[in-house]
């Protein structure tokens, strides 16, 4: 009887909690209209840090990495890729790859180091995890920072596959930093073998399982037994069985997500029938309020986390000067090497297409494709799944410090 009073206990703080970030949403929704200028995610933030510190209880509400990446992450990158054109992916697959794969690595390496000298008691290991897991490009706030920054086509495209691979890159990164961390141990051939399989694994998964879907979905179709009701129903389920199915076989399911979405995409003839159009008009419909509700979701859980980080044990004998030195350091240092990286991009892409558009500088068209790929509630995901000890039951050392600067940085780049 206990056991069933206290399960019913904690469904109906859950139950209550999901209320909250509901109504949160909404109330957040109806303050950007009445605050003019002001970013929805910022404001979602803040929204978040007043609810913690209005009811301290929210706060200490978390989600397993791997269950907050189905249940979030997933269903946005999924959309993300099948409103992606494939045309346009292919056609700057190179300079997504560098940016998804080759930056981060980048980043990771200057970005730990500079952690690690400047803080020498944080070990290495530990702040090349800190530094991986602000790798990815937080595809909620890239979204949301789509609607007030004016993008062009290429950048959109540019950011929109960015933030659809760079997840795995980054989760992987952080995972080998994270072993050495723990066990002292690091092999590199293991590191390039595991996130290959990881990589080209969770892709080719995908694009099986996609395939599979729409075949399945074209057969119902053609016998009539496909609804709108239906139809939209196997959408929003698809990414999450996806993402299981991927991460049974210790692959990577947000890559598998990603790839299933680009295979499922609906080409649109000019002709289409009335059943046709309908069903597409409520489930773009549907999936933009879900995608209106993760992104605030997510962005409010991010504000409500801050009070855990930013408590006065959290600095654990460090100098905050030295803290804050450290913040405004690794930040400079990731938005330093995001924009010489797309600058050279820029000038590369420019040099080869003499037809491109020319009026905005290369500089200015780099930095405000760098200012518009902030980190977020990926990140911070991510760093939580910090181990609390290492070998022989020792604690993780500095973890907290690591989670504080980690949301410092994401907060710097929003």
Same mark, same amino acid.
């Given at each position: 009887?206990?056991?069933?009073?206290?399960?019913?206990?904690?469904?109906?703080?859950?139950?209550?909690?999901?209320?909250?970030?509901?109504?949160?949403?909404?109330?957040?929704?109806?303050?950007?209209?009445?605050?003019?200028?002001?970013?929805?995610?910022?404001?979602?933030?803040?929204?978040?840090?007043?609810?913690?510190?209005?009811?301290?209880?929210?706060?200490?509400?978390?989600?397993?990495?791997?269950?907050?990446?189905?249940?979030?992450?997933?269903?946005?990158?999924?959309?993300?890729?099948?409103?992606?054109?494939?045309?346009?992916?292919?056609?700057?697959?190179?300079?997504?790859?560098?940016?998804?794969?080759?930056?981060?690595?980048?980043?990771?390496?200057?970005?730990?180091?500079?952690?690690?000298?400047?803080?020498?008691?944080?070990?290495?290991?530990?702040?090349?995890?800190?530094?991986?897991?602000?790798?990815?490009?937080?595809?909620?706030?890239?979204?949301?920072?789509?609607?007030?920054?004016?993008?062009?086509?290429?950048?959109?495209?540019?950011?929109?596959?960015?933030?659809?691979?760079?997840?795995?890159?980054?989760?992987?990164?952080?995972?080998?930093?994270?072993?050495?961390?723990?066990?002292?141990?690091?092999?590199?051939?293991?590191?390039?073998?595991?996130?290959?399989?990881?990589?080209?694994?969770?892709?080719?998964?995908?694009?099986?399982?996609?395939?599979?879907?729409?075949?399945?979905?074209?057969?119902?179709?053609?016998?009539?037994?496909?609804?709108?009701?239906?139809?939209?129903?196997?959408?929003?389920?698809? @990414?999450? $069985?996806?993402?299981?199915?991927?991460?049974?076989? !210790?692959?990577?399911? *947000?890559?598998? +997500?990603?790839? %299933?979405? =680009?295979?499922?995409?609906?080409?649109?003839?000019?002709?289409?029938?009335?059943?046709?159009?309908?069903?597409?008009?409520?489930?773009?419909?549907?999936?933009?309020?879900?995608?209106?509700?993760?992104?605030?979701?997510?962005?409010?859980?991010?504000?409500?986390?801050?009070?855990?980080?930013?408590?006065?044990?959290?600095?654990?004998?460090?100098?905050?000067?030295?803290?804050?030195?450290?913040?405004?350091?690794?930040?400079?240092?990731?938005?330093?090497?995001?924009?010489?990286?797309?600058?050279?991009?820029?000038?590369?892409?420019?040099?080869?297409?003499?037809?491109?558009?020319?009026?905005?500088?290369?500089?200015?068209?780099?930095?405000?494709?760098?200012?518009?790929?902030?980190?977020?509630?990926?990140?911070?995901?991510?760093?939580?799944?910090? @181990?609390? $000890?290492?070998?022989?039951?020792?604690?993780?050392? !500095?973890?907290?410090? *690591?989670?504080? +600067?980690?949301? %410092?940085? =994401?907060?710097?780049?929003?």
């Amino acid at each position: 009887g206990d056991v069933d009073m206290n399960l019913g206990r904690k469904n109906m703080e859950l139950f209550v909690f999901v209320l909250i970030l509901l109504a949160s949403v909404i109330v957040s929704s109806i303050l950007e209209q009445m605050i003019a200028g002001l970013s929805l995610p910022l404001l979602q933030i803040a929204v978040g840090l007043v609810l913690a510190i209005i009811l301290p209880g929210l706060s200490s509400v978390h989600l397993d990495s791997e269950l907050f990446l189905m249940l979030f992450i997933a269903p946005l990158l999924f959309r993300d890729a099948k409103e992606t054109s494939r045309l346009k992916l292919w056609q700057n697959r190179w300079s997504i790859l560098s940016m998804a794969i080759f930056l981060v690595f980048v980043s990771v390496l200057c970005a730990g180091f500079i952690f690690h000298l400047i803080i020498p008691s944080i070990p290495l290991a530990a702040a090349f995890a800190c530094a991986a897991a602000l790798g990815p490009t937080d595809a909620a706030a890239v979204g949301a920072l789509g609607s007030i920054i004016d993008l062009d086509d290429r950048q959109k495209i540019l950011l929109s596959g960015e933030a659809l691979i760079n997840d795995a890159s980054g989760v992987v990164s952080f995972q080998f930093a994270i072993a050495a961390a723990v066990t002292g141990l690091f092999s590199l051939a293991d590191a390039i073998g595991s996130f290959s399989l990881l990589f080209f694994g969770g892709i080719a998964i995908g694009l099986v399982l996609g395939y599979i879907a729409k075949m399945i979905m074209q057969f119902l179709r053609q016998r009539g037994y496909v609804n709108t009701i239906v139809h939209v129903i196997y959408e929003v389920l698809s @990414p999450f $069985v996806f993402f299981m199915a991927a991460e049974e076989l !210790h692959l990577s399911g *947000i890559l598998a +997500v990603v790839a %299933a979405g =680009i295979v499922m995409q609906e080409l649109n003839p000019r002709m289409v029938s009335p059943d046709a159009a309908r069903n597409q008009m409520v489930s773009n419909s549907f999936w933009d309020v879900i995608i209106f509700l993760i992104n605030g979701i997510l962005f409010l859980m991010l504000g409500m986390q801050l009070p855990n980080v930013m408590r006065a044990d959290s600095m654990e004998g460090v100098d905050p000067w030295v803290i804050i030195g450290a913040v405004l350091a690794i930040t400079a240092v990731i938005i330093g090497i995001r924009f010489l990286w797309l600058f050279a991009m820029e000038k590369v892409y420019r040099k080869n297409n003499e037809g491109c558009n020319k009026e905005v500088s290369g500089a200015r068209k780099a930095l405000v494709t760098t200012i518009a790929g902030p980190k977020g509630a990926v990140t911070l995901s991510i760093i939580m799944t910090i @181990p609390l $000890v290492i070998e022989n039951d020792v604690a993780f050392p !500095h973890r907290d410090l *690591i989670i504080f +600067v980690t949301s %410092a940085v =994401i907060l710097c780049t929003l």
